[in-house]
């Protein structure tokens, strides 16, 4: 981060004035004339945490999307089905067990399982092919698509939250002043704070592993050069079929997650492909804080822009893919290609 | 299937080319009008837009899911500047103006997407084409003021010219049978002209061809413009067929039947695309009574699609064309006195 300072005084001095403004804008009470030009600040800050929430979702999504693609430059195509597979198992297994945290594991465990038995059939035939890898993914989107159709029928599914995460809880921040003058603070559900919360756990519990350990060392360094790293004795094999798990499993729970705070319906699964799509473009191939400075791009400006522009708020991510890709074709923290 | 090369040496068309042109141009006289009209007026449309996104994969290496979408706008500027159902937006112009207009915008709009596309590669331009069309398909369905939302345009037919009402099953027939004709030429020109030459080294080798001296993003970009004229054709006549026009025609799903219907035909020759709208018609028409034979629901028809497309991507990635080929191949037996190897026929 210092280095990005260094070299880019400018943008760097941009990029604090713009956080600072949000950050204002975030915690100081507004006064008639800005809430005259902005709207309501309650609306406001719903959109910001709305969008935050929805960017933590787009992360769980995508950060399994990069991992599989930079590591293993596998492309699969059928991960928004994954999402969405996640999603339904989370909603017969919670409604059958009542056991919404226990859920998570077993949705978790049952994709990943899925997710392997993709890697041995599908991918390690077709290891860099990519074209072709990306067809037949897309059938498997397709057939997929159509067997969840059959098993859960066309109606929408919501996850029932626990009691304990259930209800809005009370944030620090000051939405408005009530009549009599006291401040009103701003309430959200607690379910997606828990969430926002959970997400960057695994965010940064993913860059940890990533980069401070042994197994992300051997993870990088079989992406580089993988006859070296299978010469030295060491499984790659085995390696890479546990990110290809851990990715599809990740998929698995953020639709779990999805389907606590959004809903599960047929064509959610593109809807989850497209956003992982985006957000990679955006923040660049293979990269997890990539991922995570993208999904957070693209999930407060899919809020922001519902709440001030609804018809044009689809524009507005795409413009921003198109002036990234204009400018960045490699993403945001992409590497050069 | 097409009549492709009438024009040209006549000696050099091979039997087989005759023939089918011969079969098609006298269909009507055997085809009932739910054929003429639903499996080959459909076939024809379908494979016309196949035919573009066959086009930039296999000449110019660029697989492009946008093509649908090109296709969509055209049938999109088609009824909100000639006449439909929805008087308080079309405008009624006449047709020999907002034809060329529809033309006009969706190829400015498919190279506007190339624009952006070719400065990625292979599976990027994939996703970026994919997120491309479906933010379309968002736009399409929320904006009410141009494109009317969710429910879009209906009664999109086409003029009545000469007399006569192109969409009777027996003229909407010659209608779109011309059309892919006129497409399936041109393809073939382009593709054996200078610049269609030029795109397929750009398309083997771009260092090499931008080391010659060409300029490989001109010629992308320029691919697909041309991409762009086939497919709002082929858009223009799909929506005459279906006489509605609306998001869902460009969803995802439509997207990528598209690619389905390419890949499945053999997406290295032309006559791929129009092999695969067939196919994908037949399925899609009569997999309803296929699959209720089997006792299974028949809403099950994306399952039979997608099977089929994954058998095909997994066993025979040249699609059903390869399959042709191999078999005629093999039974030839027909082996390179080089290297003994079988020879491969026809490739681009």
Redo the contacts between chains.
Sequence with gaps: MTEFARRNPFWSLVIAVLAAVFLWLILAPWSPGLEEALGRKRVFLNAIFGGLTLGALYFLVASGFTLIFGLMRN?N?AHGSLYLLGGYLGYTISTATDQWLLTFPAVFILVALLGLLMQHQVFRRMQGE???Q???T???S??L???M??IWGGQSYTIQSPDWLSGPATLPIVAGVGRNGEAIYMRFPQVRIAILVAAIVIGVGMWIVLNRTRLGMLIRAGVDDREMLTASGVRINYVFLAVFGFGAGLAGIAGMVGGTFQSLSPGED?RFL?AS??VV?VGG?GSIPGAAIGALIIGLVEQIGLVYA??????F??LI??VV??FR?QGLLGAGR | MQPGAEFGVFSRVPGGVWAAGFVLLFMPLVAGNFWLFQVFGWSFCLGIIALSLMFLAGYGGM?SLIQMTVAVLAGYVVAILGSSGVEQISLGLAWWLYLPLAILIATAFATLVGA?AV??E???T???T???A??FF??TR???GIFNGYSGFNLVVPPRLFGIDWRQPTAFYYLSLAGAVLCYAAVVYVSRSPFGLALQGVRDNPRRMASLGFNVTAHRIAAYAFAGVIASIGGILLVWQTAQVAPFSGG??AV?DI??IA?VGGIRRPIGAFIGAFIFVLLSTFSPDILSAFGL?N??F??V???G??AV??FS?DGALGLWERWRARRRSAVDPLTGKALAEGRP
Aim: no cysteine; net charge positive.
């Design positions: 492309v195509l990519e074209l072709r990306t067809m037949v897309i059938g498997l397709v057939v698509a159509d067997v159709l059959w593109t497209l799509l985006v473009i191939m609804p018809t044009y708020s689809v524009v991510t795409f893919m198109a890709l204009a074709p | 697989v952006l400065r990625t292979g599976i990027y994939i996703m970026i994919l997120a491309i479906s933010a968002y736009f929320q904006n009410y995802i799903s990528i690619l389905i890949v629901s809403e099950r994306k399952l699609i997608g099977i497309f994954l991507v997994f990635p």
